[in-house]
Structures are given as C-alpha cells and as structure tokens.
C-alpha cells in the first residue's frame, strides 16, 4: 500500500506552500496545453491534489475525473466551486480504476516522482494505458534530474532559499531516490516536511511508455512547447495509445 504524504496538516497549508503555481500565467498555459491534446472521451488527472489543474480545465468544459491517494487533499478540492462535479477515485493512481476510459490521462508538477520505486512508475504506465481510449494520449510534465551541480560524493542540493522557506533535496544515486525537505518559517514557529520521490530520466519515461504499449508523440522544455535541449531544467512528454 502506498503511504500518504500529503495529510491533513500538508494538505491545509498546500495551497498557501504552492501559491506560485496557482497563478494564471502558470496554469493557463498547462490547460491550453491539455485542452488542446483533450478529445472526446474526457479526461483523467493522476493526483489530483486541490484542483489547480482539473478545476479550470473543467471549465473549459472538458469532463475530468481524478485519482489521489490523499483524502485530505481531495476534500480541499471538493470545497472549491465546481469540486463537487469532479468524480475522484482515493487511491494509489498506479493500481487503482476508475470503472471508465479517456481520451487524455495527465500528470504533472512532478507528480510521477512520487511513485517511489521504477516498479511503480512502470505499474502507473500500464493502468493509464489501460485507461486510455484508442489513440489516447498520456502527458507527462516532470523535472530533468538536477545531478550536474552535484560534486562527486555529495548528496545534498539546495533548490529554494529565503526567509520563510528553505528547501534542499538529499539524493541516493544508487536507487534514484531523492527526498525533498522543507522548512517553512511560519507564526515565529518552524514546520518541517519531508517527502520521497524517485527522479527519472526522459529515456526511461519512454522505455516505461513502450512496456505499456504506447509511443512517443513529442517532448518539449515546457507547456508553451520551447525546445528541449540540454539545458532543459523539466520537459513536457506526449505518448499515444495505438488508435485500434
């Protein structure tokens, strides 16, 4: 059984953590972006979360459904207006079903690293194919693994430093582990979080795509479709499901 890092006390402060990511020049172009690889059949969010996603791209009236391990994150969706007509499944979204089939299935913000074994992310390839209807597409936004600022033997980076947040990963290459460690200056007090992810490559992404039965359509450095290069810091992925 997966364990639920995103409980009740993460999920009240999430929206507030992440405020960033909820602005419109953020968001806006992750939907057109999904709205324009959405067809007929509706779509599928794999950790759903709060709804920063599904809620606006529900109202591009596009039918979403969603999958999160975390009720606690699933009930803040349901309170926001329009959370109550999105059907979400609570569950881990590399096992569980829905009972139906889409057009599109969706990940993002790194989401897929939070499936903490290759076997799992593997397993979250296989039930989206099984999602999916002919010719449906899976996307994928994820980070490119930061190891070049890496010295040899260190472990510990440093991603976000100022006065109310500091937040540094701590790698284990062996396994592609990476755990994310936060600490947040709040009310003259500290609020300690931490979470285990996997990183993963692009290639293996693709590798994992073939197992499941689907090919690559595109990638780009992000959801405005720039290229990707070698200095891409995440990229955009699009895989197909055959259409018979």
């Known amino acids: 059984m997966a364990e639920d890092f995103f409980d009740e006390p993460v999920a009240a402060a999430y929206d507030t953590d992440s405020a960033a990511m909820f602005g419109s020049d953020v968001v806006e172009p992750v939907v057109e972006f999904l709205t324009a690889n959405a067809g007929p059949?509706?779509?599928?969010?794999?950790?759903?979360?709060?709804?920063?996603?599904?809620?606006?791209?529900?109202?591009?009236?596009?039918?979403?459904?969603?999958?999160?391990?975390?009720?606690?994150?699933?009930?803040?969706?349901?309170?926001?207006?329009?959370?109550s007509a999105i059907d979400v499944t609570v569950g881990d979204f590399a096992r569980v079903r829905t009972g139906s089939r889409y057009s599109l299935v969706y990940l993002v913000f790194n989401t897929i690293m939070n499936l903490t074994t290759q076997r799992a992310q593997v397993d979250c390839f296989r039930n989206t194919a099984r999602h999916l209807r002919p010719g449906g597409r899976f996307v994928v936004e994820v980070e490119v693994p930061d190891l070049q600022r890496l010295s040899p033997g260190e472990r510990f980076q440093p991603f976000h430093i100022d006065e109310g947040h500091w937040g540094l990963n701590e790698y284990d290459l062996p396994t592609q582990g990476l755990v994310s460690h936060h600490l947040r200056f709040v009310d003259g007090g500290t609020r300690r979080n931490s979470v285990p992810f996997r990183y993963v490559w692009p290639t293996e992404l693709d590798l994992m795509a073939e197992i499941a039965g689907m090919t690559l359509v595109g990638r780009w450095g992000g959801w405005q479709r720039e290229p990707f290069t070698a200095d891409s810091r995440g990229h955009v992925s699009v895989w197909e499901t055959p259409s018979r």
């Open 41 to 83: 059949g509706g779509a599928l969010e794999l950790g759903i979360g709060t709804g920063r996603i599904a809620l606006p791209l529900a109202g591009r009236g596009i039918a979403v459904d969603g999958i999160d391990l975390s009720e606690a994150m699933v009930e803040r969706l349901r309170t926001k207006p329009g959370g």
